[in-house]
């Protein structure tokens, strides 16, 4: 009897740590699509502070340091999450997104493959690779033709390209 009550309470704490758990989530998320940073951060911090080790929680407060403007240290969350969670692909995909934006493409193609690695049906991943792919492609598609600019394939090949990226 004395266990099967133990079993309750512990199960009881359980649930209800859950209920509070999933709000705070929800709090954050709320706060992030109506673009309050600072609340969402404030939020992400108190909870980081109690559960430290949170990859949900780390990984909304990446999101939170990207909308501020930091992403350095929101790359930096990234990273240091994809080494305690490499089994995560999100952190892995969202760092590739970060380092696409600084033309840092070999690191984000490496980030890529760690997610696509870590879930292969991960459909984001592999439509961010693709769009990465088709970038790397415009590049060298102009690169060459600064070498030889009367091909005009290499026009019609680069603007297909660029075509291909500006499709929703």
């Known amino acids: 009897m004395r266990t099967w009550l133990s079993w309750t309470v512990l199960f009881t704490l359980w649930t209800c740590s859950l209920g509070v758990r999933a709000d705070v989530y929800t709090d954050v998320n709320a706060l992030v699509q109506n673009g309050q940073w600072a609340q969402a951060q ?4 108190a909870r980081l502070k109690t559960v430290p080790t949170d990859p949900q929680m780390r990984l ?3 999101r939170i340091q990207t909308g501020l403007g930091q992403t350095q240290a929101a790359m930096a969350t990234l990273l240091a999450l994809t080494q305690s969670f490499p089994e995560l692909p999100e ?5 590739a997104a970060l380092l696409v934006k600084e033309n840092r493409h070999d690191e984000a193609l490496a ?3 760690a997610a696509i690695r870590a879930r292969p049906d991960y459909a984001l991943a592999l439509e961010n690779l693709g769009d990465l792919h088709l970038a790397l492609a415009a590049q060298a598609y102009a690169r060459a033709r ?3 600019p009367a091909q005009t394939r290499l026009q019609t090949k680069q603007l ?3 075509q291909a990226m500006k499709t929703p």
Do not use: F, G, K, Y
Not at 42 to 45: E, G, Q, R, T, V
Not at 91 to 95: M, T
């Open 91 to 95: 952190p892995h995909n969202n760092l």
């Open 42 to 45: 404030a939020l992400a911090d």
């Open 146 to 148: 600064l070498v030889t």
């Open 111 to 113: 980030a890529l493959q």
């Open 60 to 62: 909304l407060l990446s």
């Open 160 to 162: 297909a390209t660029e």
